[in-house]
């Protein structure tokens, strides 16, 4: 099973590829670290909706990615989501 991976920027300017757990237009979870030492961490969307902000362990990381680029990408992966039922 392939696990995706973003790249996220923390406030000291470096980028961090972390594991994406569930990944929604409204919030993007993920996992930062490996194995007993990983931390989950909850991004949400900026007020202005251009990148997804959170904060782990008083750290803060920012996907920088609009919210209509994410769901782009949700639609291109899994186009059957969105498609209306036959009645």
């Not at 991004?43 to 202005?48: A, F, G, H, M, V």
Request: contains cysteine; glycine residues 8%.
């Amino acid at each position: 099973m392939m696990s995706e991976k973003i790249k996220v920027r923390m406030e000291n300017g470096q980028t961090m590829e972390v594991v994406v757990l569930d990944k929604r237009a409204s919030g993007i979870s993920i996992v930062l670290g490996e194995g007993v030492h990983s931390v989950k961490c909850e991004l949400s969307p900026t007020r202005n909706g251009l990148a997804y902000a959170g904060s782990v362990m008083g750290r803060e990381l920012v996907y920088e990615r609009s919210r209509d680029q994410v769901q782009a990408e949700l639609d291109r992966d899994n186009p059957n989501i969105r498609k209306p039922r036959a009645r």
